[in-house]
């Protein structure tokens, strides 16, 4: 694996880590009043275009970190659909 694609797994990582305390903040509380609907739903959107861009330039980080990011913000959004 070349720097470059490790510097990028390395970005993508944190920045995916970083939606972790949320994530565990809603589950635990059930609250999520707090969070617009509307972030949540285009941040989600933008993640999942950027996996589709990620595998059509091929990049690993991209698609690996945005999946992780996806995932976890669908999380939330699921949360706040479900505790409104």
């Known amino acids: 694996m070349d720097t470059i694609t490790i510097i990028g797994l ?12 949320q994530a ?6 059930k609250e ?3 969070l617009s609907i509307v972030w949540l739903i285009i941040l989600a959107v933008g993640e ?3 996996i589709v861009y990620g595998a059509l330039i ?10 992780g990011s996806a995932f976890l913000a669908l999380f939330i959004l699921a949360y ?5």
């Open 10 to 21: 390395i970005a993508g990582a944190l920045t995916t880590i970083a939606y972790i305390p």
């Open 24 to 29: 565990i903040k809603v589950w635990k509380t």
């Open 32 to 34: 999520t009043h707090d």
């Open 48 to 50: 999942l275009i950027w």
């Open 58 to 67: 091929n990049s690993l980080p991209v698609i690996a970190t945005n999946i």
């Open 80 to 84: 706040k659909a479900k505790y409104k």
